[in-house]
């Protein structure tokens, strides 16, 4: 049978299957997985022969756990519900009882899976999704693989998502690639990383690669640098004992943005085969070239937000939030210079940031080109003459628009930026999605395109960790160094002005 790819867009049902969500008493149950599946079918996108497990410590039955989805589902779903819709998916759950680390749960588990098998027809198609913590990763999978519950069989497959974060640094990432591989083979694997679920991410390598327009001058030649920023205005709410052993190189920039600079700056794959696409991104993060320390300090820059104001109100320093040290040294802010180490993009600076309690939640990748060689309207004020720009909207508002020049109405030369773009809105009423959908449907039909390779969280960690080994050896003196509602520390401007730029933000 021929696959769907991500890029190719789904045109029809998921394969049948039983999807197993252990930690399904959780938050990324509720908000996130049970409304995505919930769109699945709505669009007419999953399989009749369906049925969802939710594995918990808890004891309860089946009618509990459909109640208990039911009234998460009333409140945290995309759009509105069609309770005919909704009766069939809720007849389709079930729940099982037991702790993780108990070989007996999974005893039983196989034994409610051949019953839902049989019930809703799904051929023993299984995947598992892994909605724990992650030091529970490897050994909720070894235990599978003890119960025989990976084992795949004539047509049958079986496939596990597994959440982020994918290890502390490159040692432990190895460690536990390591660990699953002895139970799974790759392409049972699936690292889910959500940013790469959002429209506009997947649309980034339709817009290079089926435009010829853009091809020609995504090189060296005509882009100045390429800035790639994740702001949030939240702080850690109620994150704060996990936080702390992150911070935001972790939690963020070491996979999300890692990947979306990867697509940005790989070269044409072959075809949109899953493999052919994660070689060429597997290429560019071995392309940068681990800094030393005396360049980390040179080319990168940690911030922590103190008190401020966001959005009008008070908010407390990351000291001050629940579950943080009064000491804490973890940084909520990073930003750094990298170099793609290769003939197309030698020389280009690659700007990344990321922070929390920033003045605006934004999520951006702008594309600088060049100044033209011959600055014929020189004459004209230096804020009327900056360059050409492509800035990709993520979130919150998905688009893409392209800065040009051109002449204001009137009897003198006078310049003005102006915008060709499009909104996904232009495509008419959409229904808000979770950015789950695509990835659940993918990972349903075996299309690996949207997700991790070992190679890939490997090469990832290779850049990220002597970074972080820096970092920990000496610890910043000038904690909280940017106010909560602000753009981030002083020393993140002088990273990218003593090179002669300055950070875009999207205001006019």
Known sequence: MAQTHALAGPERPSNPCTVVIFGAAGDLTRRKLLPALYNLKANGLLAREFAIVGVTRKEKGHEQFREEQSKDLHEF?????????????????????????????????????????????????VLFYLAVPPNLFAEIIRRLGEAGLVRQEGESWRRVIIEKPFGRDLDSARALNAAIGAVLTEDQIYRIDHYLGKETVQNILVFRFANGVFEPIWNRRYIDHVQLMVAETVGVEDRGNYYETAGVLRDVIQNHMFQLLALVAMEPPISF??????????????????????????????????????????????????KVSPTSTTETYAAMKLYVENWRWAGVPFYLRSGKRLARRNTQIVIQFRQPPLLLFEQSAIDEIEPNRLVMHIQPDEGIEIQMKAKRPGPTVRLETVKLDFSYKDFGETTAATGYERLLYDSMIGDTTLFHRADMVEAAWKIATPILDAWRSVPPRDFPNYPAGSWGPASADQLIQQDGRRWFNGDK
């Open 77 to 125: 779903a995309t759009r509105p519900l069609e309770e005919a819709l909704w009766s069939e998916l809720r007849e389709a759950l079930y729940y099982q009882a037991g702790e993780f680390t108990d070989q007996a749960t999974y005893t039983r588990l196989a034994v409610l899976l051949t019953e839902a098998s049989q019930r809703h027809h799904t051929g023993g198609n």
């Open 273 to 322: 085969e899953a493999d052919a696409v994660r070689d060429e991104k597997v290429k560019v993060l071995h392309a940068i070239r681990p800094m030393r320390p005396e360049e980390i300090l040179r080319r990168t820059v940690r911030g922590q937000y103190g008190e401020g104001d966001v959005g009008g109100k008070k908010a407390v320093g990351y000291r001050g939030e629940p």
